[in-house]
């Protein structure tokens, strides 16, 4: 019987709206009565969680941002893998060609270079608000702070996209994971983590769980890991080819309630 279920947020929980259906509200709210507890596992920064967390009633619970770079519990860090600030300085001085917009996650930080179609489309699919500061500003501040980036978004023409994924494929493959979600996204993050990683950690040191007690939901090439790794890896209806492949079973798609479907059925809630 799975105790404990983890799920990716955006194309496998949210709605048309890009928001939480009342459906699926109530579905987490019957799993809280069964002392289930429902993860967010996401690429997001956690103010980017924490408002679908609150809907859903769940915001005592741990928290996985950043693909597994950021592990929360009670709001406290407990695992926290960035890329080093020696690589964004190299790639950003890479970008001063080529201009793509790069946002600088840490945390609950968020460093957009400017104001842009971009930057809009972020934060209205986030609800967060980020601070305006050009890449070599929060460089020189994280240099002083001792911080590197939990994650790097490049956003822009796909040449452009793909001028900066050659660049980092041909000198940090081994440092770097390279998540391309459309031609005009690139999402950049430690190679030393994962999804699953982060899952492993939690059941270990906080829940005491097996893996194969565990239930993941998952859409992108990010949530591979992830499926082929819990107890059951459950793929939305609108998942990438490669995720059908290897996730356990196929539900609905997201914007169906597929996760909510799936949480009734196989639970009996």
């Given at each position: 019987?799975?105790?404990i279920i983890f799920s990716d947020i955006d194309g496998t ?257």
């Amino acid at each position: 019987m799975f105790k404990i279920i983890f799920s990716d947020i955006d194309g496998t929980l949210l709605n048309a709206e890009r928001d939480l259906s009342e459906y699926t509200v109530k579905t987490i709210k019957k799993l809280s009565e069964s002392n289930i507890p429902f993860i967010l596992i996401s690429s997001r920064m956690p103010a980017a969680m924490r408002h679908l967390q609150e809907k859903m009633e769940i915001a005592h619970l741990p928290l996985i941002s950043y693909n597994g770079g950021l592990i929360l519990v009670e709001g406290n860090v407990v695992s926290s893998t960035e890329i080093p600030i020696e690589i964004l300085n190299e790639l950003a001085s890479f970008n001063k060609a080529h201009d793509v917009h790069l946002s600088l996650f840490h945390n609950d930080e968020w460093y957009a270079p400017r104001e842009d179609f971009w930057t809009r489309r972020e934060i209205n699919n986030t609800k967060v608000q980020p601070d305006i500061r050009s890449n070599s500003s929060v460089i020189e501040k994280w240099k002083s702070e001792a911080k590197g980036a939990h994650k790097i978004m490049a956003m822009g023409e796909e040449e452009n996209i793909d001028l900066i994924r050659d660049f980092l494929n041909q000198n940090f493959s081994r440092d770097l994971h390279l998540y391309r979600s459309k031609p005009s996204y690139l999402e950049i993050a430690p190679r030393a983590i994962s999804k699953l990683t982060a899952i492993e950690h939690l059941l270990e040191n906080h829940f005491r769980l097996p893996l194969s007690q565990s239930l993941a939901f998952g859409d992108n090439y990010n949530d591979i890991e992830m499926l082929k790794g819990v107890g059951m890896g459950i793929a939305v209806g609108n998942a990438k080819p490669e995720v059908l492949e290897v996730a356990h079973m196929v539900t609905s798609s997201g914007k169906e309630d597929g996760v909510a479907k799936s949480i009734s059925e196989l639970l009996n809630i």
